[in-house]
């Protein structure tokens, strides 16, 4: 049997040679990854890779988190069976996550998509997308194929507004801070849908550099935090970049909003546009001037009306 034909390994299975390859490689899988692992398999009744475990953990001589797994368990009344993938302990992605990925990047099988989604076979619902505000966690078609009314920025701990979702990783699964590594306040871009196509949509994004005589051009505005307009720079001694968007009540409507690391090897998803200048032709690379990672903004646009786009 090829391996393509191959039927898909079971959990316990999967975490039985997961935790081998641990062993193995002691030096590249740190003791941490496995103090995240040891519970839920001991919850779930897998003996035999928990005792692997132990092993491990004593290999990597960390002794406290063996004493605290012990411990634990003597304190614990017997658990409830619940069904729930164990490596969303470790990789932080839900099956609604994985869905809202295929849906807005057209990947339609989880294999497909970044390797820091690979781990997700098993499937878990944890219930986070009903109460998230993130925009990864949104599975209706409904609201992922609505126009964009509205854009704003919020620094991390900051609440998500009203009726505004916020992109919170970029296609390979990494936080989408707008300054990721430039030393300044981690901020995230939020994006507002409407689904009664009522409203003005934005139909329009561009990068401005202040500090290089790029100005607002006439009929765009500058995305805000709060009540001031929002410098992407915050927090650094790099020149202003700003944001703008337009509005245009007849326009073909943006319908997705993404950041890309490029530096990190990020590609442009698919029906994506890139926006790489800016209306002088600078390159725009929302860390320009710092040391973070190069980062970019991407768009999807329904395009509804290409007379307009003229």
Known sequence: MSAANSPPLSPSHSISLFTQLTEKSGEFYSS?????LIG???????????ASCKK???????????????????????????????????????????????LR??????????????????????????????YE???????????????????SGEPVPDGFYRIYKTPGNRKASLNTGSGGNPIYMCIKKDVSGKAPAITSLIIIFPDRNENVPQGYSMVMRGKNACNINTGTSA????????K????????????LFLSKGEEVPKSFNLLDKSPSGLMANLNYGTSGVDIFLSYKQNLLRLEYLL
């Open 32 to 36: 941490k990854l496995l103090t995240k």
């Open 40 to 50: 839920p398999v001991a919850e779930l009744g897998f003996e035999d890779v928990e």
């Open 56 to 102: 491990a953990l004593q290999l990597y001589g960390d002794l406290d988190s063996l004493k605290k797994h012990e411990a634990s368990k003597r304190s614990s009344s017997k658990p409830e069976k619940r069904s729930y993938d164990i490596f969303s302990k470790i990789n932080s992605v839900s099956k609604a996550q994985i869905k809202n990925h295929s």
């Open 105 to 134: 990047f057209m990947t339609p099988e989880a294999t497909e998509m970044s390797p820091r989604l690979s781990f997700m076979k098993f499937g878990l619902n944890s219930g986070r997308e009903s109460e998230s505000r993130d």
């Open 137 to 155: 966690d949104v599975v209706s078609a409904e609201i992922l194929n609505a126009p964009i009314c509205d854009l704003c920025i919020i620094q």
């Open 239 to 246: 020149e202003r970049i700003y944001i703008c968007y337009k």
């Open 248 to 259: 245009f009540a007849f326009g073909s409507p943006l319908i997705d909003v993404q950041p």
